[in-house]
């Protein structure tokens, strides 16, 4: 069964860094896309930003731009989420998500259960 | 990117139908066939429903299906079970190269 399990967050100050990661397991993960998607308390889902198979191919939401980078590393199996300047609008759950193909624009099929950053003075 | 538009909730009674839609633009919804449909129960993660507007992944059940029509994309799920009450949400692919998710539906089985 396939196997997502974020890392990384916690309480963090405004404009200090955190940085996410994502042990995937159970798949052949660099065959296929990732992606990072948030959930802020009570709200709905928002996607952050994606990564192609071979980190080839990147994606990034306005609101992240600029201050998020996406990375992988395929040997290791993992995913990660520098996250740089982060602002109170920043605080959420993180998802990590497993792409249903190898180019991240199918979608995302198998998702962690989270990781959780807060931001506050 | 503007989220895609969704009703905040439908409701139906146990083993009757219910279809929730999500209305976007030629830019992504009506534009490509990357349209998910996914759902969350409270306090667990997202689970994919349907995938490319009309496939369902394997496990899930055929009284859910998928399709669209221009710009609007739609999740049917019949036979309405105690099990399905959720938040659900849309998604597709983007022009601009991003994803967005849909405002999401509470489904609430009467």
């Known amino acids: 069964e396939v196997r997502l399990v974020e890392s990384g967050g916690g309480l963090t100050q405004p404009g200090r860094s955190l940085r996410l990661s994502c042990a995937a397991s159970?798949?052949?993960?660099?065959?296929?896309?990732m992606h990072w998607v948030r959930q802020a308390p009570g709200k709905g889902l928002e996607w952050v930003s994606s990564?192609?198979?071979?980190?080839?191919?990147?994606g990034y939401a306005d609101s992240v731009k600029g201050r998020f980078t996406i990375s992988r590393d395929n040997a290791k199996n993992s995913l990660y989420l520098q996250m740089n300047s982060l602002r109170a609008e920043d605080m959420a759950l993180y998802y990590c998500?497993?792409?249903?193909?190898?180019?991240?624009?199918?979608?995302?099929?198998?998702w962690g259960q989270g990781t959780t950053v807060t931001v506050s003075s | 990117q503007s989220a895609l538009t969704q009703p905040a909730s439908v409701s139906g009674s146990p083993g009757q139908s219910i279809t929730i839609s999500c209305t976007g633009t030629?830019?992504?919804?009506?534009?490509?066939?990357?349209v998910s449909w996914y759902r969350q129960h409270p306090g667990k993660a997202p689970k994919l429903m349907i995938y490319?507007?009309?496939n369902r992944p394997s496990g899930i059940s055929n009284r859910f299906s998928g399709s669209k029509s221009g710009n609007t994309a739609s999740l049917t799920i019949s036979g309405l079970q105690a099990e399905d009450e959720a938040d659900y949400y849309c998604?597709?692919?983007?022009?601009?190269?991003?994803?967005?998710f849909g405002t999401g539906t509470k489904v609430t089985v009467l």
């Open positions: 159970e798949f052949t993960f660099d065959h296929y896309a």
């Open positions: 490319e507007v009309t």
């Open positions: 998604s597709s692919y983007t022009s601009s190269s991003t994803y967005v």
């Open positions: 990564i192609s198979w071979n980190s080839g191919n990147i």
């Open positions: 998500a497993k792409g249903l193909r190898g180019v991240w624009y199918y979608g995302m099929d198998v």
């Open positions: 030629s830019s992504d919804v009506g534009g490509y066939n990357y």
